[in-house]
């Protein structure tokens, strides 16, 4: 069983930043991606950036001004939000994928609301 802990959501003005935080813990043995969604109010769920590897890929909404990574060491993903915008406003969820000693697994964050508002 894998669980996610997300942070770093809240109020933020237009073209402030946040950063949020995704830490995955217990029984882990291989992490294949890493990877950061959002939900707005009457919308789909959307991907915004993954991490898988070696490679990085972003929505093309936020390419610029979203960075991803990952502290492979503590299991945890950062998302940095820069230069925010009303329409960033979501539930941001991440959802980590790999295997469990030859079972693969895919688990998913509670989500943390970022609001972006003057």
């Known amino acids: 069983q894998v669980q996610l802990v997300e942070s770093g959501g809240g109020l933020v003005q237009p073209g402030g930043s946040l950063r949020l935080s995704c830490a995955a813990s217990g029984r882990i043995s291989s992490i294949n991606s890493m990877e950061w969604y959002r939900q707005a109010p009457g919308k789909q769920r959307e991907l915004v950036a993954v991490i898988s590897g070696g490679s990085i890929n972003y929505a093309s909404s936020v390419k610029g001004r979203f960075t991803i990574s990952r502290d492979y060491a503590k299991n945890t993903v950062f998302l940095q939000m820069n230069s925010l915008k009303p329409e960033d406003t979501a539930v941001y969820y991440c959802?980590?994928?790999?295997?469990?000693?030859?079972?693969?697994?895919?688990?998913w964050g509670q989500g943390t609301q970022v609001t972006v508002s003057s």
């Open positions: 959802k980590v994928a790999g295997t469990n000693y030859g079972t693969g697994y895919e688990s």
